[in-house]
């Protein structure tokens, strides 16, 4: 929480768009109470577009970055900016909040936002509460709303092909019978996009009856389809995947390489540690870092499974 001179300084240098952003600045707009976001509500609007889409960015990137920044007041605030962009970070700024009203205005938002992407990040944002419905940590009633109005964007042949495939993956979260048939049927779309997503939403779903299509997607020539495979792999935990999963440590694309990695990390075993221990010592420092960390997570993973159930009586 800053003071009301000092909002007033930050508002003035955000406007300056002469000036470069100061991080320092734009961590002063963590927290902010209702009299500041008032103060904020007043000059928002006269920041040109530009710089407005600049900040949003920013403080996105410094919420990731930083967990204890807390820009979310700033966030909610933007998903009535009038820019399309400022209102898809503002939504990409709220992925940690699990609050049932944003679920509403993400629902208002997938529903009625004249832009394409917004409409898609809105349809992305509401795969997190699918999930928490899925855990019974979100009220019935409204995890049933977010189910149907994904399901209807699915539906909607009129609807942009982003913001369907975004609504197809948001939804594979849900344990509906219906949702099998859902990816079968994206997985057959004429678009490579949405077969791109359908991917995606075979590992989401968490179905071993998966299992043998994204393997074979592993083969798939391109580069998006084979990383969305490989991280579904590790999703699923599919053993059987362990040995091409260790070629992708040398695939052509950085990205698969990375996604290979991560995903022997998730399954595990003996011929994925193997792999993930040499990738440790090799000199590419990318590949590397990411078998480290890896290797933490496949350790840490082992190390709560051997803790004793219960203790041993002397």
């Given at each position: 929480m800053v003071s009301d001179m000092s909002i007033e300084r930050v508002l003035d240098h955000i406007s300056d768009e002469h000036t470069p952003l100061s991080r320092?600045?734009?961590?002063?707009?963590?927290?902010?109470?209702?009299?500041e976001m008032e103060i904020l509500a007043d000059r928002w609007p006269l920041i040109g577009v530009g710089r407005r889409r600049q900040v949003?960015?920013?403080?996105?990137?410094?919420?990731?970055?930083n967990f204890e920044a807390d820009f979310n007041s700033i966030f909610r605030f933007s998903l009535q900016d009038e820019d399309e962009e400022v209102r898809t970070q503002a939504i990409d700024g709220l992925c940690e909040d699990e609050n049932s009203t944003l679920a509403d205005s993400l629902l208002e938002m997938l529903g009625t936002d004249p832009s394409i992407m917004v409409r898609a990040g809105a349809a992305t944002g509401l795969g997190r509460f699918v999930l928490l419905a899925e855990?019974?940590?979100?009220?019935?009633?409204?995890?049933r709303r977010i189910v149907k109005a994904l399901r209807q964007v699915i539906k909607d042949r009129h609807e942009a092909l982003e913001v369907r495939r975004r609504a197809v993956e948001a939804i594979s979260?849900?344990?509906?019978?219906?949702?099998?048939?859902?990816?079968?049927?994206?997985y057959r779309h004429p678009a490579e996009k949405m077969r791109i997503s359908a991917v995606f939403s075979m590992g989401r779903s968490a179905d071993p009856r998966w299992g043998a299509t994204i393997i074979t997607e592993l083969d798939n020539p391109n580069s998006e389809v084979r990383f969305e495979a490989a991280r579904a792999c590790g999703e699923l935990e599919l053993q059987e995947a362990v040995p091409r999963l260790v070629r992708f440590i040398l695939d052509l694309d950085r990205e698969v390489q990375q996604a290979a990695v991560y995903a022997l990390g998730q399954i595990g075993g003996q011929e994925a540690r193997r792999a993930l221990q040499l990738c440790c010592e090799s000199d590419d420092e990318v590949i590397a870092a990411a078998a480290k960390d890896a290797l933490d997570e496949l350790e840490f993973a082992s190390g709560i499974f051997d803790i004793p159930l219960w203790a041993k009586e002397d």
């Open positions: 320092s600045g734009l961590h002063m707009l963590s927290a902010l109470g209702r009299k949003i960015r920013s403080l996105v990137e410094i919420a990731e970055a855990l019974e940590e979100l009220e019935e009633e409204l995890g979260f849900s344990s509906e019978e219906e949702i099998r048939e859902i990816i079968q049927e994206a």
